[in-house]
């Protein structure tokens, strides 16, 4: 089992958060379709992006403390300069419109932790934060990259089902 602990967003998480959310955009990128959706994916993480997706991330946790959760590497997990080992972001109750349900916007572990129980831990946390929201209708949805098998087996494990397939087209 995992070494780390499983807690709530704070703002002193906010630049080691970051940097998960770095790898998990680098991710989306990677050996996942053409060479190009690695670069595009690259390209976006600029620092205005970076600056406008925190005050995203701190505008959701206004909201709903428990709808991001990190999780902090062993011994250390209490201190300030902990290291973040991965984070669950589930939207705010507000945002349930989006797809009528609970919307898992991202989990993310870094790959050296991956396999080590951390994603479980972060995956129950969101689970428990959507159980508490007011939604439309009675589930939690996710996107998935269907070329991301580890990640498709991981939501399988926990009973995510195919709903629709998400199309998209350039602006």
Same mark, same amino acid.
């Given at each position: 089992?995992?070494? *780390?602990?499983? !807690?709530?967003?704070?703002?002193?998480? *906010?630049?080691?958060?970051?940097?998960?959310?770095?790898?998990?955009?680098?991710?989306?990128? $990677?050996?996942?379709?053409?060479?190009?959706?690695?670069?595009?994916?690259?390209?976006?993480?600029?620092?205005?992006?970076?600056?406008?997706?925190?005050?995203?991330?701190?505008?959701?946790?206004?909201?709903? &403390?428990?709808?991001?959760?990190?999780?902090?590497?062993? *011994? $250390? @997990?209490?201190?300030?300069?902990?290291?973040?080992?991965?984070? @669950?972001?589930?939207?705010? $109750? @507000?945002? @349930? /419109?989006?797809?009528?349900?609970?919307?898992?916007?991202?989990? /993310?572990?870094?790959?050296?932790? !991956?396999?080590?129980?951390?994603?479980?831990?972060?995956?129950?946390?969101?689970?428990?934060? &959507?159980?508490?929201?007011?939604?439309?209708?009675?589930?939690?949805?996710?996107?998935?990259? !269907? $070329?991301?098998? !580890? &990640?498709?087996? /991981?939501?399988?494990?926990?009973? /995510?089902?195919?709903?629709?397939?998400?199309?998209?087209?350039?602006?």
């Amino acid at each position: 089992m995992t070494d *780390a602990t499983i !807690r709530p967003y704070e703002r002193d998480d *906010a630049e080691r958060l970051w940097q998960l959310k770095r790898g998990f955009e680098l991710g989306i990128g $990677e050996d996942t379709g053409p060479a190009d959706k690695a670069e595009a994916y690259e390209a976006k993480l600029t620092d205005g992006y970076r600056e406008r997706w925190l005050d995203w991330v701190d505008r959701c946790v206004d909201e709903d &403390a428990a709808c991001v959760n990190v999780a902090v590497a062993g *011994a $250390e @997990s209490e201190t300030a300069d902990a290291e973040l080992v991965g984070y @669950s972001f589930l939207l705010p $109750e @507000s945002l @349930s /419109f989006v797809w009528d349900a609970a919307v898992l916007n991202e989990i /993310f572990v870094a790959p050296e932790r !991956r396999g080590s129980g951390v994603a479980d831990g972060l995956m129950d946390a969101a689970v428990d934060c &959507a159980r508490e929201q007011d939604l439309p209708l009675d589930r939690m949805v996710l996107d998935v990259d !269907r $070329e991301n098998d !580890r &990640a498709q087996s /991981f939501y399988e494990r926990y009973g /995510f089902e195919h709903w629709g397939e998400m199309v998209a087209r350039d602006l």
